[in-house]
T-cell receptor
Framework: EPEVTQTPSHQVTQMGQEVILRCVPI?????FYWYRQILGQKVEFLVS????????KSEIFDDQFSVERPDGSNFTLKIRSTKLEDSAMYFC????????????FGSGTRLTVV | AQKVTQAQTEISVVEKEDVTLDCVYE???????LFWYKQPPSGELVFLIR??????QNEISGRYSWNFQKSTSSFNFTITASQVVDSAVYFC??????????????FGKGTHLIIQP
């Protein structure tokens, strides 16, 4: 069964550093997403991406965040200057088409900011 | 804005008991999709079911069943004859159907289900 692949599985970074989280969505999927889950809390929507541009973003997705699909296969989330409160599990998800199709989530990247 | 409420923070039952996880949602839209995901201790999100707002049929899949009632805006999930492997956090989620397909999921806070042997 096709999978959404996220790398790395765990990343530790120092406060103020830039991090890039990487995702390889399922190849024939058209819609891409990033979600965040702070430890012990609910999963929160960050951003959706379609046709090489952001479709929707939440209040969490401020100027320190950016997304990119640089080469037609990878989908990245960049955090420019990490803060302690950015420590969380970040999930990438993709979806093939309109809402009748479900979301496929990756296994997540656990980001720890120290 | 959408909202999903899972009032049960944690449920603990003994193996083989039946357990129901509650989910109540709020949306002004008439077309939407509801989901349940399982998050085991390993952390990944495992898709369980998707239901659209026009389909109020209950569904059964093995030991799992779902009861969707638009009248009460609820989408409850029942596990019959629970097993230790069912121990996980379960999330209910909602997305609108915009036709464009880019809508994100709104999650509830999750219910931590503990099945004791």
């Amino acid at each position: 069964e096709p999978e959404v692949t996220q790398t790395p599985s765990h990343q530790v970074t120092q406060m103020g550093q830039e991090v890039i989280l990487r995702c390889v969505p399922i190849s024939n999927h058209l819609y891409f997403y990033w979600y965040r889950q702070i430890l012990g809390q609910k999963v929160e929507f960050l951003v959706s991406f379609y046709n090489n541009e952001i479709s929707e973003k939440s209040e969490i997705f401020d100027d320190q965040f950016s997304v990119e699909r640089p080469d037609g296969s990878n989908f990245t989330l960049k955090i420019r200057s990490t803060k302690l409160e950015d420590s969380a599990m970040y999930f990438c998800a993709s979806r093939r088409g309109q809402s009748v199709y479900g979301y496929t989530f990756g296994s997540g990247t656990r980001l720890t900011v120290v | 804005a959408q909202k999903v409420t899972q009032a049960q923070t944690e449920i603990s039952v003994v193996e083989k008991e039946d357990v129901t996880l509650d989910c109540v949602y709020e949306t002004r839209d008439t077309t939407y999709y509801l989901f349940w995901y399982k998050q085991p201790p390993s952390g990944e999100l495992v898709f369980l079911i998707r239901r659209n707002s026009f389909d109020e049929q209950n569904e059964i899949s093995g030991r799992y069943s779902w009861n969707f009632q638009k009248s009460t805006s609820s989408f409850n999930f029942t596990i019959t004859a629970s097993q230790v492997v069912d121990s996980a956090v379960y999330f209910c989620a909602l997305t609108l159907y915009s036709g464009g397909g880019a809508d994100g999921l709104t999650f509830g806070k999750g219910t931590h289900l503990i099945i004791q042997p």
